[in-house]
């Protein structure tokens, strides 16, 4: 599933296309894709209509296109696999194309969603203070987000009383990070994924913090993680961190680090990457 890097590549991609155009019409291929829109294709498809996108935006590993001078907003989740292109009108049909929006104008392109699995979707919702969809308001802001709380984060984790990757994944602590990213981190830091947080000091809980943001740039600058074609930007392209990983899909490799051959354990229905000797496991508690 993308996490945040993916889905800011195309954030920033539908900030460079969509944004500012108007929508001329809708439409819906296939009624899976907009089953979080309670009141249906049809519905979904005619409120659209007539309105001007906003700047997208995006926290965690949601993203939405705000309506101009509406309290509305269309709210994507890609899921597995969901796709928003950026697509000439003449472009050939995509397979598993669900949603087409076509616009007012003519630059001659048009926004396809794709969905393979058909786990995503597109949703139109009614949002808050901020701008911010209201079924989204319990998502926690994300480390790049210049308003997220690094002191409120690490008096959550000592509340919280779980172990560190699990808390990271946790997206009412923090948003965005999921398996990729939360082995990277963890990685950069020497740290087990089941130590636990009650005993994090103040240093170490900022530490982290500052591996998970720097990760995550260093994905930003070269498009995100793609490991298959199912994770592309607007325009069709593959990201290429999945070159630079240190930890995660690294199973039996050398360490970078220390040249310990890295291993992988089954973890809450994923598999954790580790360094055995680098991430020593916490001690059980007698």
């Not at 994770?231 to 360490?255: I, K, T």
Request: proline share 7%.
């Amino acid at each position: 599933m993308p996490e945040l890097p993916e889905v800011e590549v195309v954030r920033r991609g539908l900030e460079r296309w969509v944004a500012h155009r108007t929508i001329a019409d809708a439409e819906v291929l296939h009624a899976r894709a907009v089953r979080r829109h309670l009141a249906g294709a049809g519905d979904f498809a005619q409120r659209l209509k007539g309105h001007r996108v906003g700047v997208p935006s995006r926290r965690g590993k949601y993203l939405w296109l705000p309506l101009e001078d509406t309290d509305q907003a269309v709210l994507a989740h890609l899921g597995m696999s969901g796709q928003l292109l950026v697509q000439p009108h003449q472009a050939p049909v995509e397979k598993h194309l669900r949603i087409r929006v076509r616009f007012a104008d003519a630059l001659g392109t048009e926004l396809r969603f794709v969905d393979q699995r058909t786990f995503g979707g597109l949703s139109l919702h009614g949002t808050g203070p901020g701008g911010l969809p209201d079924v989204i308001a319990h998502i926690a802001r994300d480390p790049l987000d210049p308003l997220f709380d690094d002191e409120a984060f690490h008096q959550a984790l000592r509340r919280k009383r779980t172990t560190i990757k699990r808390a990271l994944l946790d997206q009412s602590l923090i948003s965005g990070v999921g398996n990729i990213y939360a082995d990277e981190a963890l990685w950069r830091s020497r740290l087990h994924y089941d130590r636990p947080t009650a005993a994090f000091t103040r240093p170490r809980t900022f530490e982290l913090l500052g591996h998970v943001r720097d990760v995550m740039n260093e994905a930003l600058t070269v498009g995100g993680t793609s490991f298959d074609s199912l994770y592309v930007n607007v325009n069709g392209e593959s990201g290429y961190f999945d070159r630079s990983l240190d930890a995660y899909g690294r199973e039996n490799l050398p360490c970078r680090r220390c040249g310990t051959p890295m291993r992988r354990r089954p973890w809450m229905n994923r598999s954790s990457y580790y360094c055995p000797k680098c991430q020593r496991p916490p001690r059980p508690a007698v």
